[in-house]
Nanobody, 120 residues
């Protein structure tokens, strides 16, 4: 099992910045990738950014150049630095941990989410 706790969301004006944190606990050594997803009202949950155990990263086109995902292995924490925020970035942001295939099952874990509201 992996437990994830997000923090850092809130209300920010357009053009502002926020940093989200996701602290992992439990079977963290088995995690192969961690990512941030977001879900706006009435929309599906979409990938924002992912960082793999080897350090490679991927970003959604809509956030490239504005968001940066990073990790602190000593703290078992993943961060999402969000700059130049836009109203369309408003969503609940969820942290995800992927343990890959364990037997016949793909094991994914989710945090409860943190709300980011970009508004003037």
């Amino acid at each position: 099992q992996v437990q994830l706790v997000e923090s850092g969301g809130g209300l920010v004006q357009p053009g502002g910045s926020l940093r989200l944190s996701c602290a992992a606990s439990g079977s963290v050594a088995s995690i192969i990738a961690m990512g941030w997803y977001r879900q706006a009202p009435g929309k599906q949950r979409d990938l924002v950014a992912i960082i793999r155990s080897g350090g490679s990263t991927n970003y959604a086109d809509s956030v490239k150049g504005r968001f940066t995902i990073s990790r602190d292995n000593a703290k078992d924490t993943v961060y999402l630095q969000m700059n130049s925020l836009k109203p369309e970035d408003t969503a609940v942001y969820y942290c995800n941990a992927d343990r890959g295939w364990v037997g016949p099952r793909r094991l994914n874990y989710w945090g409860k989410g943190t709300l980011v509201n970009v508004s003037s």
